[in-house]
């Protein structure tokens, strides 16, 4: 389909049919050709944002004592500035509520930043923590260990996964607990978690590795294979399998790193990476280069 802005008309590229016409143009009535026109004429703010306990939508009142023109203010008006300043954060934070937002969602901006997680993850897993606080599903429970809870869902949902441990390891709750307020988070939301796949942990840690893309592209051909093999992906760690068939991988492409190199990226032990190997190379029927 193509869309013919100066007519208002939606017509098939391939054989010319008008599909609509008289469509409205929803875009701004003025042009712009630089960043700064097009921030000097819009009218618009910025879009809600989850990731804030206010979604953006409240103002903010700075802290420096500087009018728009730089001049510094007055002794008086600093006075005035600072008592509208303290009345504008309790306006701001007012409830229960807002106060648990604000204190989770600057815990998740920590997290997601230190996790190195995209953008997206971040606003989903915003999202989950509101619908347990906004319902009152989740009282009385720590919120570190719920944001941390929401994150690991959000990571598994966008099949960008990370570990409980590697989130234990930056939060200031322990893994046991972030795994029980995930389990929480998911029946009192009764989300359909997706079951984790090891091709995608893949990518990650032949990044951190720093092997060639022919090794990325041999994993995942070992792993799908090892999904038709019956009962050789059910109830394995994905990690460890991910790593078992990375180690096979630079074996059979020649870009040999070490079960210990290995382990350390995948986080787990090196006994996990021999047994996931040893079970994948027999099933598999692979044949080792000495």
């Known amino acids: 389909m193509v869309q013919d802005v100066e007519k208002g008309e939606r017509i098939c590229a391939s054989c010319g049919l008008v599909v609509s016409d008289h469509r409205i143009d929803t875009g701004p009535e003025w042009r712009a050709f630089t960043t700064d026109e097009r921030n000097a004429r819009s009218r618009a703010g910025a879009p809600t944002n989850y990731a804030i306990h206010d979604k953006g939508l409240s103002t903010m009142i700075d802290w420096r004592d500087y009018d728009s023109q730089g ?32 204190q989770a969602m600057s815990e998740l901006d920590r997290l997601t930043s230190q996790l190195g997680l995209s953008k ?17 599903l989740a009282r009385s429970r720590s919120i570190d260990a719920m944001v941390g809870a929401a994150i690991y869902a959000a990571c598994r949902l966008r ?31 009764k989300l359909k978690m997706p079951i984790s796949d090891p091709a995608n942990y893949v990518p990650r840690f032949i990044t951190q590795l720093g ?17 038709q093999e019956r009962n050789l992906i059910t109830g ?17 492409t020649d870009n040999r790193v070490t079960q210990r190199d290995i382990a350390m990226a995948a986080g ?11 079970e994948l190379v027999r099933r598999l029927h692979i044949t080792m280069a000495p």
């Open 211 to 227: 092997l060639p893309g022919e090794v990325q592209q041999k994993v995942l051909e070992i792993l799908e294979d090892a999904k």
């Open 120 to 136: 997206s993850i971040k606003e989903l897993a915003a999202l989950l923590y509101r619908k347990l606080i906004v319902r009152r």
């Open 268 to 278: 787990v032990t090196e006994v996990t990476v021999r047994n996931r190997y040893k």
């Open 236 to 252: 394995r760690d994905p990690r460890g399998l991910a790593a078992a068939a990375i180690y096979i991988a630079s074996i059979l």
């Open 71 to 102: 001049r510094r203010f007055s002794a008086k008006k600093r006075s005035e500035i600072y008592r509208l300043r303290k009345w504008q954060i309790r306006t701001r934070v007012h409830s229960s509520v807002d106060r648990n937002l604000a």
């Open 159 to 189: 099949e960008a996964p990370r570990s409980l441990e590697e989130i234990a390891r930056h939060s200031r709750v322990t893994k046991k607990k972030i795994g029980q307020h995930y389990r929480l988070l998911v029946e009192k939301l």
